[in-house]
């Protein structure tokens, strides 16, 4: 495999005429880490990757793999790897799609059965791809990416489209190729769907970034203010909170209260009653994510935000 690289976004501008796609993106990636790259729909994800993989030209800006253009890269499979606008020939098997890609590249023809193996498409690999299902052209885009066995993978919405068990089987695997010292970035408009897969966030909305730091820190940022409750006890507790100053609600899940756990657990503890639940609630990390998408003036703590 080729070593991992660092990408690097350096005031990245795409203009599409009057629309304004892509605004000074100032960003790295990397390597031996999971980075999720977020934003809603017609943030400019697509776009900005298009710039990265040579795609599409910037209006200004530079964005490097291991400080070169993708323009400049010698072998640029056996360097990145990409799932980009994976454009499959419905007539073609899978097989005979990834030797076409291989023998264009320069890719020895052993590495097409590798990747088959690795992405579990041994099975359907003589179909046609014109039947394949959803998931099967993912794990295809993903088997076409590693053909060069590039030290980096950018994947644009890998997860789109996938069963739970394949949901459950890339998340492993991306987490295993960085685990291998690969940069491994990852687009998705969900960052529930990426959660439990990446290390890192980078957030855009509008074509401008909003948040750059560890997907901890961003947890870290999430507004848990309150907690759920319960007990046999009800009326007990009920009445302690209240005594202590608090509103209590009951609802489907338990009494809620606008009261961190730790506190609630002292009442119950002072009031004498045995609690059956207790849990944060509050905002969670997806109504994070959408505040920042939606709110570019929300300050976020711990990771870089703009
Ligand atoms: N070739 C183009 N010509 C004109 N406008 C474009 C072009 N490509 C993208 N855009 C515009 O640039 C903006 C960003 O689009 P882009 O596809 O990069 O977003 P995205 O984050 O990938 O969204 P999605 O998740 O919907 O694919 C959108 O307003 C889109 O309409």
Not at 133 to 150: E, I, N, Y
Not at 187 to 208: C, M, N, P, R, Y
Not at 227 to 251: F, K, N, Q
Not at 274 to 293: I, N, R
């Amino acid at each position: 495999m080729s070593t991992g690289q660092t990408l690097v976004f350096d005031g990245v501008t795409k203009h599409f005429g009057p629309v304004a796609a892509v605004e000074g993106l100032d960003f790295t990636v990397e390597p031996g880490r999971v980075t999720g790259f977020l934003g809603p729909n017609g943030a400019g994800k697509t776009t900005t990757l298009r710039m990265l993989l040579g795609l599409v030209a910037a209006t200004s800006g530079t964005a490097t793999i291991g400080g070169k253009a993708y323009r400049d890269l010698e072998n640029p499979m056996r360097v990145v790897g990409a799932s980009l606008e994976a454009a499959f020939h419905p007539g073609r098997s899978g097989r005979a799609h990834l030797a076409v890609t291989a023998a264009a590249a320069g890719i020895p023809r052993d590495r097409v059965t590798a990747v088959l193996e690795q992405t579990g498409m041994a099975p359907y690999a003589d179909r046609r791809v014109g039947g394949y299902s959803m998931g099967m052209r993912q794990r295809l885009g993903l088997a076409t990416a590693l053909l060069g066995d590039p030290g980096v993978l950018v994947l644009d919405e890998p997860i789109n489209g996938l069963d739970p068990e394949g949901i459950r089987w890339i998340r492993s695997f991306l987490q295993a190729l960085a685990a291998e010292g690969r940069t491994v970035l990852v687009s998705s408009h969900l960052l529930s769907e990426v959660q439990q897969t990446v290390d890192d966030v980078v957030v855009i909305a509008g074509g401008k970034l909003r948040y750059v730091g560890t997907l901890a820190a961003l947890e870290g940022t999430s507004t848990a203010n309150g907690s759920v409750v319960d007990t046999p006890d009800r009326a007990v507790l009920i009445a302690a909170l209240e005594a202590a100053g608090h509103d209590v609600r009951v609802e489907a899940e338990g009494l809620v209260v606008e009261l961190a756990p730790v506190e609630v657990g002292r009442i119950a503890l002072a009031a004498g009653v045995a609690l059956s639940a207790l849990a944060a609630s509050g905002a969670g990390l997806e109504d994070e994510f959408l505040a920042l998408v939606a709110d570019p003036e929300r300050a976020a703590e711990g990771g870089r935000q703009r």
